[in-house]
Every structure is written in C-alpha cells, then in structure tokens.
C-alpha cells in the first residue's frame, strides 16, 4: 500500500523556522519526481516545490524561493521542506505528493505571534 | 507563470444530471514534446486531493467512466456525464508543463 506520512507542522512565530518531513512507502520513491503543494485555510491547492528522482533539480514558486528547501533522501525514502522567514502567509497544510495519485494527508504549519 | 482560470467557481448539480467544467489557460499547455501535461483533481472536504484526468483526456485508475477530459492547447474541459453524491467538493485544474506549476482556482460542486 502507497503511503506518504508528513509530519514537523506546528505553531511558529513569523520569522521562524520548520521543517517538515514525508515519509514514502509502498512504491519506488528514489524512480519519481516529489514535490509539496500547500493549501492555507479555506483557499486552493498552490504548488510549492519539486525536486527530481536524483535531487539534483529544484523549483520553487516565487513566494518561497530563497526561503524555503525542498530535498530528498532516497536510501531512506524521505522528501523534505527547510522554512525559513516564516510569514502569516505560509499558513496552510502542506501535502507532500508525487503530483500524480499518491498524497500525503498533510500537515498543518501555523503562524502566530 | 501560467495563470488557469477555471468556470464556473460555483456549480450546483441535480443527482443524475451532467456537469462541466471549464479551465482556461493563459498559454499553450503543449510541451516540446508535444505532450500535454494538463490534469483534473477533486477534493472532498477534509481529504486530500485526488487525481482524476492526466494529460488531458486519461481517466487515472478507479475512476468512474462517468468522467471525461477533453481540450487542447489553451481550453480544457472536464465532464461528468451524471452527477452522483459522491462527485461533490472542489475541481482543480493543474499544469505542469511549464514551471512554476500551476492550479486554478477551484470550482465547487454542489448538489441542489
């Protein structure tokens, strides 16, 4: 069974930090792209990051570039989001996802002060 | 970047009736490949999203026949022949044949 597992959401400061963290079973993980796609309360589906099979080619949308890492571990099947300079607009579930049928059921990241 | 508008955003639905839903690009989809890479999710309240059209026109795994993508370029659709209580939440576009992807707004369906 495909499973991917988020986890690291939480309450944060604006300014701080989190990272968040996909555990992926039940399929070839280190064979797909990976990517996060976020959703703030009540709002769409925003695409976030991507990162190749290798880990060698990153995108980011606009809003997060410079801020935010996306990486990978494939020996042990594990997708990865850095947040730096964490702003009220960075509240919402973050879903890691194949960008295909595989999801994660999300985690939610929260700003306040 | 791409910008998807979808129509309508809101679309009530009597049980058994078809529904279509309309998303627009704001450039041509089609990659140097000649490849679309233009999809459908739903997403049911408080559940993940669920792919159910890739590239265009392909109905992913287990999802009824009862839904159709159809389109090309800029102007895509998506159809559901007859609309059943399960079919209700939010459609999204999303392409990814340019970077950044992109998704549209969202259209939610609803039954009346």
């Known amino acids: 069974e495909v499973q991917l597992v988020e986890s690291g959401g939480g309450l944060v400061q604006p300014g701080g930090s989190l990272r968040l963290s996909c555990a992926a079973s039940g399929f070839s993980f280190s064979a797909y792209w990976m990517n996060w796609v976020r959703q703030a309360p009540g709002k769409g589906l925003e695409w976030v990051a991507s990162?190749?099979?290798?880990?060698?080619?990153?995108y980011y949308v606009d809003s997060v570039r410079g801020r935010f890492t996306i990486s990978r571990d494939n020996a042990n099947n594990s997708l990865y989001l850095e947040m730096h300079s964490l702003s009220a607009e960075d509240t919402a579930v973050h879903f890691c996802?194949?960008?295909?049928?595989?999801w994660g059921q999300g985690t939610l990241v929260t700003l306040s002060s | 970047d791409v910008v998807l508008t979808q129509s309508p955003l809101s679309l009530p639905v009597t049980l058994g009736q078809p529904a279509s839903i309309s998303c627009r690009s704001s450039q041509s989809l089609v990659y140097s490949n000649g490849d679309t890479y233009f999809c459908w999710f739903h997403q049911r309240p408080g559940q993940s999203p669920r792919r159910l059209i890739y590239?265009?026109?392909k109905r992913d795994s287990g999802v009824p026949d009862r839904f159709s993508g159809s389109g090309s370029g800029t102007d895509f659709t998506l159809k559901i022949s007859r609309v059943e209580a399960e079919d209700i939440g939010v459609y999204y576009c999303?392409?990814?044949?340019?970077?950044?992807?992109?998704f549209g707004q969202g259209t939610k369906l609803e039954i009346k």
């Open positions: 999303m392409q990814h044949t340019h970077w950044p992807h992109t």
């Open positions: 590239e265009v026109s």
């Open positions: 996802t194949t960008g295909g049928n595989y």
């Open positions: 990162i190749n099979p290798h880990g060698n080619e990153k």
